[in-house]
């Protein structure tokens, strides 16, 4: 009955203590970039806000910059310790007609996996990881001279004082609210293929809270879990 | 009070994980492949997304490669007057229906409305040229259209009156990369649409 | 909850200043350039702003014409002269009357409303009542309202809602996967409308502060005091003609996300304004104003017209033909509603308006085509051959020829259609 299924999940929810990854790779023992490989970090676009008991979001400015650059710097310290040079890419600023296009083409390519490999249905046409960009990443690939690109996305929110007293009162009356997360997506895709060798999907738990530096670190590996770097 | 709106949550969540566990995507394998009085004939296999596309009307399939950003083949039975290819989200945002003895440049219309209806931004139609599906005298004809995003989208329809009735096979992919890879196929599909 | 008429508009009409922190109505008014604290909700607001900035920016929907911002941005610039600089003001083609100002200056003014408004003077009245709003920081008194109004409530009534809005952060849940193509637009939806339509709700007696602060500001700068009354009379008119019930109970709105209506109060309040001041007798230029948005007449009333919402779109052409002006654009249009609305009568109602828009000489080349296609469904033989030939003769280079000439072929073979 769905008074006990919504209970049993709320308290499934509030004993997450541990972040949960799901990596997906395009091939089962990927051709890791080379050592030396180039990789273009695209800022990660990242939302935070506060979650509060009447279910508005808050935006946070002071969230969403701290994730930005903690994430940002874990990602470009992770390329840098696999000998790998990497260069910075504030999508705001990119004015090139096609790059727009490859950078809005990514982010439909990002949510169809995460529609489609985390969420509840999958599509028999995708019976292996095989996503794509098409070469005309290429076009990046000369103008940003990179190998590879690593996209970031995160969207989240944190619950008020008042809001999480609130979740408890809802549970025991076997109704659930909807909870604040933090997940973020991270893909590496191959600029000379525009194939996305590498996706993964992390879902924050309470020791990863990527406004602070530290949660940002264990975010951040978590989101590289697996990286084909 | 609070008892109401606990039993409507607990009413909308219990509908809400009974519809999910009906609704699927399936494969439509290649081969033939009907929507009621219609059939096309898929030359490789496409997933059927219809079941979760929101609000759709019972006359529309959604075939897929890749999702529905990527890729969207729609599918009509025939659409008697009065039906649409989309259904309204609200009363006061009514969507084109099909009538009878519309010209032709009223069908392109109706698909070009239709597709904005879909949430599409300036949407464009060229290259409108004569189409033959059975006997019937039909319409072929290009599209060009922006997501809210911004991603530039291409596409290709069809449309043909076959007893009063109006049916419809459209296309829509992003222009990079996505359109083009499913083209040819797409052209077999349209070129294959039997009727009755 | 604010009834969202249209959704993805961007950008906040909420305002507050780093030295305000629970400013009553009517206290000093906003002092030029300045910026939050990122910590206050208001930073994270101006934050969520420019973030709306720069997606309006590079939005497929804002129109580009250097021309036609320039000369908004003129008449902004002319009705708040201290705050130059401050604001930047964006022109959406989006066929609704709206207009908005945000936490960090960014505005927005929507095609539909520079369509309805009928001269400068009026266009400068509603933009001086959203720079009023701006000015008086309304917008921090209506989120703080806001917030405090649902507290109060059911918390688990609005988080349901939330839901239903995509508002809230749920990627797993059912809903979400059952509509991916919605679950993918919830990603953005700290910037959609849904979220920020609550911070547009402003009180009653800021909107009426709003229109005396426009007055103000308009007549200040040399328009025509009476061009407020007469703008909200005319948009009431329009609604009042809507084909939708919905919309006539919902009445005419300065703003879509606004919760208040304009109400016969308002229109009697600026009217006293009127009466008191002299006239320093600029009468409204309606020509003037009409060059200006005559290169966008076709695409926004194209724009209108997908609506599907006749009456009002009816009303608005009648109110665009008053002048004499563009009557062959306009008559086309007129008759574009009535083919497209097909209610009983509406066929010969057509008929007869694509067959007057075709008597000025800036009928649009469609006019004799449609006239064809018309004919024909009449059954009026003779009369499709006249107007194709004459298609043919006025567009040798068009696209449908070749539909044009079978249709023409059929009929001289003596087959329907």
Known sequence: MSVFRSVAVTACLFLAACTTTNTRLADKSPTKPAAGAKILIVQPDIELGLLTVTGIQEARADWSTQARGNIKRELEEAATAKSHVFRSLDPTSVEDPRALQLLRLHEAVGNSIRGFNYGLYSLPTKKSFDWTLGNGTQTLAQAYDADYALFTYGRGAYSSGGRKAAMVGAALLGVSMPMAQQYAFTSLVDLKTGKVVWFNVAVAGTDSDMRSPEGAETFAKALLKDAPL | ??????????????????????????????????????????????????????????????????????????????????????????????????????????????????????????????????????????????????????????????????????????????????????????????GSVKVG | ??????????????????????????????????????????????????????????????????????????????????????????????????????????????????????????????????????????????????????????????????????????????????????????????????????????????EVEADSLGFKRAVAAGYDPAAGATLWRSLIAETGSSSFKRVRDQEARANIFSTHPVSSERVKALDDLAARTPTKASTADRKAYRAVIRPHLAAWLKDDLRRRDYGQSLALIDRLAAEGEDQGLLTFYRAEAYRQRRGEGDLELARKAYAQAGTYPDAPVSTWRTLGDLALQAGDRPGAKTAYETYLARAPQAQDRWLVEASLKKLSEGSAT
């Open chain 2, 1 to 190: 009070m609070i008892r109401t709106n606990v039993v409507r949550l607990l009413a909308a969540s219990a509908l809400l994980m009974s519809l999910s566990a009906c609704v699927s995507v399936t494969s439509a394998p290649a081969g033939p492949y009907k929507i009621g009085t219609a059939t096309v004939t898929l030359g490789h296999e496409w997933s059927d997304i219809s079941a979760i596309m929101f609000a759709r009307p019972a006359k529309v399939r959604l075939l897929s490669m890749d999702g529905p950003l990527l890729n969207r083949l729609y599918v009509t039975d025939g659409l008697a007057p009065g039906e649409f290819m989309v259904k309204p989200a609200a009363k006061e945002r009514p969507t084109p229906t099909y009538r009878a003895g519309m010209a032709p440049t009223e069908l392109v219309e109706f698909v070009t409305d239709s597709v904005a209806a879909l949430d599409y931004q300036r949407v464009e139609t060229d290259n409108l040229r004569p189409a033959k599906v059975g006997s019937a005298d039909g319409l072929r004809f290009d599209l060009k259209a922006k997501t809210k995003e911004g991603l530039d989208i291409s596409g290709a329809a069809q449309v043909a009156e076959v007893k009063g009735k109006l049916y419809v096979v459209l296309f829509l992919a992003p222009s990079e990369h996505y359109f083009a890879a499913e083209l040819p196929e797409v052209e077999t599909v349209l």
């Open chain 3, 1 to 206: 909850m604010p009834r969202v008429l249209r959704p993805r508009a961007k950008g906040l009409a909420l305002l507050a200043a780093a030295v305000l922190a629970v400013a009553p109505a009517g206290a000093q008014p906003r002092a030029p350039h300045l910026r939050p604290t990122d910590t206050s909700d208001e930073g994270g607001i101006w934050a969520l702003s420019e973030k709306a900035e720069l997606a309006a920016r590079q939005s497929v929907e804002r129109n580009r014409d250097p021309a036609l911002n320039a000369y908004v941005t003129g008449v902004v610039a002319k009705l708040a002269p201290e705050y130059q600089g401050d604001i930047r003001v964006y022109v959406m083609d989006r066929p609704f009357f709206n207009a908005q100002m945000a936490l960090n200056g960014y505005g927005e003014v929507w095609s539909g409303l520079l369509l309805r408004v009928q001269s400068e003077d009026e266009l400068a009245f509603v933009l001086g009542h959203e720079v009023g709003h701006f000015a008086e920081n309304h917008s921090i008194e209506a989120y703080r309202t806001l917030k405090a109004r649902l507290g109060a409530t059911m918390a688990v009534q609005f988080a349901v809602a939330a839901v239903a809005m995509g508002a809230a952060v749920n990627a797993g849940s059912a809903q979400g996967a059952n509509d991916i193509m919605r679950a993918a637009g919830a990603l953005n939806d700290l910037l959609y409308l849904g979220q920020l339509a609550a911070y547009f709700g402003y009180s009653r007696e800021n």
